[in-house]
């Protein structure tokens, strides 16, 4: 039981909406009704706010280009009651009234992707690109090799310097003054928005991930990442919106989270004392991502609420105001007052009257598409969908995340490479594999035939390291007429690799070197369709290194290229190998020769197999106590009186019974991962000696009975046959 009690209250229905697209706009007396400024991507800016159960639009735009961002803010010394919208280059600016005081051309190269307004500054961001404008003058660009997905400022509170911070896909975080990076800070996962926290006495800037953590950044003292404020272990779903204010009136801010899959959280915090734990008080899951939150009084005067819009656009309140609804026993219906008759009344003759025009406007669109008109033809507008494909890092699985504005009838996956679909929830979707030919590349064919009214599916895919391919997604919704929308993710030959920044080199490698008359470009172009996370371009300096390491496995890469010259070198040969295939194969393609050497380490077989030793052991362990946790469970070993006579050992594997399956469901396949790696791994290294081999079952049976002494002699014992 939660400590906090809030109320959903359903009020409007916008276009689909972007994320920081919603903002509620400051009063001028404390605890008034405010009111609410919301954008969607048919360009519409509208201002509404709530009164007796009624939503009263102030003003409302006309239609244009999506709207990317709205914010809210003032010169220093007014109130912070402008509203300031981007979309495309321009931003514009409007009172609370609707009067249009600002039209502004960034020139931008890039589309605005991101906006922050702090006084007179103006921080614009597309996809490479940071641009700062002081009363609408270029103060500074700075161009980004990451792609940036958030950005915010702040004044120092040491010196009063003004300070921005963006957010980039790569993993970093990157601050500047006066449009210069003067440092960057490297994080775990990547972010997806940024919040400034006023706490008791200092802000703090906190970062939500893509792998569901929010973190803390200390910008002014240590210069980089300080401590990860909450896990992920309850819930790994991206972080979309973040938001501090007293819900309770205690006087402390607390923290509430929008995630991608549907949860509103939250958190009563404290960032000041890195000991105490952050306590979940509230938890709600509206099953449609979360494209922002703003918490204010929205509709009665002196109850906070937390307002929220959905990407579909959806907008609701949970209000602390405690709302009772009555029964009548005797005619199970409501009791509702007059008003709130009047009210039904009046929405039920909006839906006649909506249903009307619909099936006017279908027997319309029926007659003209009997009759061919040279001059006419039928379009089908572009279907929305805001999906998501991520690695996560201690499983090795993709997580899918598709969601539609509309509800979703069937997807169809293909994939001409070799990949595995994980269980889905049954309650959303149901699954039909077909018989795939594999001549015709088609090793994965797929239906999954959604549940009614799901508009939104998540899915886990397991990849298999060596094996490249186009993972195409055909997601058809339930709407006339039929159409569908293709989406394709490319399966990278390492896809279980992630970006890493600072490499432990205290180990031992092995070495590929090409040299030939490529490009800078080329030899970019042929990493990035080996490996994740690789920037779009490359560095600017003379020579671009980049890092990266095996999730399951402490096993890491480094690439180090410049025109004509490339360097690998990784503790795990099964990794140059695929490296060396890929890239002569793509040089092959382009009739580029290459002069390929090879180095190789017979120290880093010892140092791989040493390395799996552990994780091989946890989940044989795990997957051992849940056989006997099942087993127990056959014999209905519950009651007391039958435990009492278990000895220790079951005692306690009953007790641990919760934790156990945890770490079993998140470990899904881990195990046959790690045996597959180490297959590999013998098979590559004997390939690079000239043999090829093909005794892996054996290997695979001594891996189920683990003993690293047994395995490393299996590993060295064909050598004297060399």
């Not at 990317?68 to 979309?87: H, L, M, R």
């Not at 026993?329 to 039920?348: E, P, R, V």
């Not at 003379?542 to 360097?567: P, R, W």
């Not at 017979?602 to 006997?628: G, P, R």
Request: with cysteine; proline share 2%.
């Amino acid at each position: 039981m939660y400590n906090l009690e809030l109320t959903r209250v359903d009020y409007t229905i916008v276009g689909v909406t972007n994320p920081n697209c919603l903002q509620v706009i400051p009063g001028t007396v404390e605890k008034e009704c405010q009111r609410v400024a919301v954008a969607d991507v048919d360009g519409i800016l509208q201002v509404f706010s709530v009164k007796k159960e009624d939503i009263q639009i102030h003003f409302k735009t006309l239609p244009g280009p999506p709207i990317v961002s709205v914010k809210v803010a003032g010169a220093a010394g007014t109130a912070n009651d402008k509203i300031f919208i981007a979309s495309g280059i321009e931003v514009k600016g409007y009172t609370k009234k609707g009067k249009l005081f600002l039209t502004f051309d960034s020139g931008m190269t890039e589309s605005i992707s991101t906006m922050f307004v702090l006084g007179n500054d103006l921080f614009l961001c597309g996809k490479h690109v940071y641009t700062h404008f002081k009363d609408c003058k270029d103060n500074g660009s700075y161009l980004c090799g990451d792609k940036i997905v958030d950005v915010i400022a702040f004044y120092n509170q040491n010196n009063r310097r003004l300070i921005s911070l963006i957010a980039c896909e790569g993993r970093m975080i990157r601050a500047l003054e006066h449009a210069r990076v003067t440092f960057s800070m490297e994080v775990e996962s990547s972010p997806t928005v940024l919040h400034i926290y006023q706490g008791k006495e200092n802000a703090v800037v906190l970062f939500g991930t893509t792998d569901g953590r929010i973190g803390v950044l200390d910008v002014e003292t240590l210069q980089g990442f300080q401590r990860w404020l909450m896990t992920n272990s309850e819930n790994d779903s991206p972080v979309c919106a973040m938001d501090s204010y007293d819900l309770n009136g205690e006087g402390i801010k607390q923290l509430i989270i929008g995630r991608q899959d549907g949860s509103i959280e939250v958190y009563q915090v404290n960032v000041e004392d890195p000991l105490e734990v952050p306590k979940i008080i509230y938890k709600y899951n509206c099953n449609e991502s979360v494209s922002s939150l703003q918490c204010g009084v929205i509709a009665t005067a002196g109850y906070d609420e937390i307002l929220v819009v959905t990407y579909s656009g959806r907008i609701f309140g949970l209000t602390t105001q405690v709302i009772e609804a009555s029964f009548d026993n005797s005619t199970a219906g409501y009791i509702a007052s007059a008003d709130t008759c009047q009210k039904i009344f009046k929405l039920k003759a909006d839906i006649e009257d909506i249903r009307r025009k619909i099936q006017k406007e279908r027997e319309k669109y029926q007659l003209s598409s009997t009759h061919i008109y040279f001059n006419e033809v039928s379009a089908i507008p572009l279907l929305m969908v805001k999906d998501a494909f991520v690695l996560d890092k201690n499983t090795g699985i993709y997580n899918l995340s598709i969601e539609v504005p509309t509800a979703i009838d069937n997807i169809l996956l293909q994939c001409n490479t070799e990949i595995d679909l994980m269980d889905v929830d049954r309650n959303s979707a149901v699954v039909s594999h077909s018989i795939s030919d594999k001549q015709d590349e088609n090793y994965l064919l797929a239906t999954y035939r959604c549940q009614i009214n799901t508009n939104r599916i998540d899915l886990k895919i397991r990849t298999f390291e060596g094996k490249k391919g186009i993972l195409q997604i055909y997601v058809s919704p339930l709407v006339q007429p039929k159409c569908s929308r293709v989406i394709k993710y490319e399966i990278k030959a390492l896809s279980l690799h992630s970006r890493l920044y600072q490499m432990d080199k205290n180990r031992p490698f092995n070495t590929l070197a090409i040299k030939g008359s490529f490009s800078l470009g080329e030899i970019h172009s042929w990493i990035n369709q080996c490996l994740p996370e690789v920037p779009e371009k490359p560095q600017v300096t003379e020579k671009t290194i980049l890092a990266f390491k095996l999730c399951l496995l402490d096993s890491v890469l480094q690439c180090t290229y410049q025109k004509g010259e490339a360097e690998f070198i990784s503790d795990n040969i099964s990794t140059i190998s695929i490296l060396k295939e890929n890239i002569s194969y793509e040089a092959t393609k382009k009739k580029i020769k290459l002069d390929i050497s090879t180095s190789l380490s017979d120290e880093s077989i010892n140092f791989v197999i040493k390395a799996a030793e552990q994780e091989i052991v946890k989940h044989q362990k795990c997957a051992h106590e849940v056989k006997l946790l099942n087993a127990l469970h056959e014999l209905e070993i519950s009651e007391e009186e039958t435990v009492k006579y278990l000895s220790d050992k079951y005692k306690d594997l009953l007790q641990r019974e919760k934790e156990i399956k945890k770490t079993s469901q998140n470990g899904v396949g881990c195990l046959e991962k790690l045996y597959g790696i180490l297959c590999n791994l013998y098979l590559d290294y004997y390939k690079f000696k000239g043999v090829n081999m093909k005794n892996e079952d054996k290997l695979k049976q001594l891996l189920q009975n683990y003993n690293y002494e047994i395995v490393l002699q299996f590993f060295k014992s064909n050598e004297k046959s060399i």
